[in-house]
């Protein structure tokens, strides 16, 4: 048997559904994730469209993920990529276009639209790439889905369902709010008036019962293994200039507490760990009360990082009171006077008050995350970022001293990357000259800290996310070198008068960005 085949029989059987879904219906999607498995079904955004799919009378789907090599084949029964209509692809991270690309190849179906026939699929891209500038894949892609799947996926599988052949499928959708078709929208060409709308989710349906986003299905094969997903809200209480979430996924608005309680019902049958995730999860009004009921019922339960601010004692003893060790706080910088400048007034004594807090409830694992290559940030400020990450590996020795435990600290110091559609979208990624010494100070400080860990982005990765971020279709030709197997290096140097204007030098004031043919609301 094939090797892949026996991996998908594997994954099948430890596989926990919350809910019942057939792959038999009269229609059939196709929906992939471009990375592996493990880190397909860790999203709940993409766990929450098969979901939505199957809620739809007649339709079923079936998942694909970029594991193996050969022809992409169903996790459900084995079935074909090429064997769809239509595959729906769910992008989070531009890094992924390669592995679209190579999935693409794999099936045997034409990287670009314009050479794929009638018996050829409609390829579609969702995901937070769609919705921060799509246009770098749209040689490549029929339709790009722009919002949430609950706005968008009636009209598509109705489109999908009712229309012949991929041209009427795209003609009809591009009438549609919420959709962008290249091959219908030129916005490089010439400006799009109205622009292009993006659908997120309002608070009003938020609060409408099914419109809660949880996991599907819970299987050990995930970067949260065997737990049960809950969206806690979207949208941040903070405007930090560099975050694409808070600009993009529009004010911060919170899902009713009964229907979290509720989804906490449901998962009891299929595990007994929980994670809410959400931008900003401790700001849940009713955070409090829905960790002690999730304790009450016996589950495990993690959240993902908690803005500063909204680290509480009650959070603390409900999360440690589950089993609960690990928390994450995003600092960003390590002066009070650069966060400020990037929106994120917290002075460094309320973050080293809630650190106390947190190693005073018995918290052993501390993860910090900062931001190099900030406007305006010196070598001073970087210096800083140690100073941090020396104080509070003093506050957890001095308050873990009495249990005889040692935790440990993991700094995580990435380098900005102006992202469309944030305060900073036309700043430039800082000269690799300049970022240099900076990772090197990190580095060597860091070193000298017992227990306490750093992990940073190369600037090489760094530069390739910004190009992808900001650039649009003429990048089509390095992109399919890349999935072609030419390293990211080499593109980086051999298009350097292509590449370098848009990753280091700031856009002028006044000036169009190509991206802003689409608008929120």
């Known amino acids: 048997m ?89 992008i989070s991270f531009e890094e992924d276009y390669i592995n679209l690309f190579q999935m693409l190849e794999r099936a ?108 599907a299905i819970v299987t050990p094969h995930t970067e949260f293994s065997n737990k049960f997903l809950i969206e806690m809200s979207r949208g941040c209480p903070e405007k930090c200039r560099y975050c694409w979430a808070t600009f993009g996924m529009g004010r911060f608005r919170w899902h009713p507490t009964e229907f979290i309680l509720e989804a906490i019902e449901r998962a009891r049958p299929v595990t007994d760990q929980l994670g809410f995730v959400a931008t900003a999860v401790g700001d849940h009004p009713d955070i409090e009360e829905i960790l002690l009921e999730a304790n009450q019922y016996g589950f495990r339960t993690a959240v993902s990082s908690v803005r500063i601010p909204a680290v509480t004692e009650g959070v603390l003893a409900a999360l440690f009171a589950s089993g609960d060790r690990s928390i994450t706080l995003a600092p960003e910088t390590g002066s009070d006077d650069l966060r400020r400048r990037l929106n994120k007034p917290i002075p460094n004594q309320l973050l080293f008050d809630k650190v106390r807090l947190i190693f005073r409830y018995g918290f052993t694992q501390l993860k910090l995350y900062f931001l190099i290559g900030l406007p305006g940030e010196t070598l001073q400020d970087v210096e800083a970022i140690l100073d941090v990450a020396s104080k509070c590996r003093d506050l957890m020795l001095e ?95 051999q298009h350097a008068e292509r590449i370098d204007p848009l990753v280091f030098e700031r856009s002028p004031a006044g000036d169009r960005l190509r991206w802003q043919f689409m608008r929120t609301g």
């Open 2 to 90: 094939d090797k892949r085949r026996q991996k998908w029989d594997a994954f099948r059987a430890d596989e926990r559904p919350v809910g019942s879904y057939s792959p038999h219906a009269r229609h059939a999607l196709a929906l992939a994730y471009a990375n592996e498995y493990s880190i397909g079904m860790s999203s709940l955004a993409f766990q929450r469209v098969y979901e939505l799919v199957h809620a739809e009378a007649d339709w079923t789907c079936h998942r694909f993920f970029a594991d193996g090599v050969g022809m992409p084949l169903s996790v459900e029964d084995d079935s074909p990529l090429n064997a769809f209509g239509a595959i729906a692809f769910s």
């Open 108 to 215: 045997h179906i034409p990287l670009r639209r314009e050479e794929r026939g009638a018996g050829d699929p409609v390829v579609i891209v969702g995901g937070s790439c769609a919705m921060i500038n799509p246009l770098p894949l749209t040689e490549f892609v029929d339709l790009f889905a722009l919002g949430a799947a609950e706005n968008l996926l009636p009209a598509l599988l109705s489109a999908l369902a009712e229309e012949d052949g991929c041209d009427a499928i795209v003609e009809r959708l591009a009438e549609t709010p919420g959709f962008f078709a290249p091959s219908c929208h030129r916005p490089e060409d010439e400006p799009i008036f109205p622009k292009i709308q993006k659908l997120e989710l309002s608070e009003a349906a938020m609060r409408l019962p099914g419109h809660l986003p949880t996991t």
């Open 399 to 493: 308050e873990l001293a009495p249990s005889g435990v040692i935790g440990h600290i993991q700094v995580g110091a990435n380098i900005l990357i102006p992202k469309p559609y944030t305060g900073w979208q036309r700043e430039a990624m800082e000269d690799p000259s300049v970022l240099k010494p900076k990772i090197s100070l990190l580095n060597r400080g860091i070193a000298k800290l017992p227990n306490v860990s750093l992990g940073t982005m190369s600037i090489r990765q760094a530069a390739w996310q910004t190009f992808l971020s900001k650039a649009g279709s003429d990048a089509a030709d390095i992109l399919e070198s890349a999935a072609h197997g030419k390293s990211i290096s080499v593109l980086l140097r």
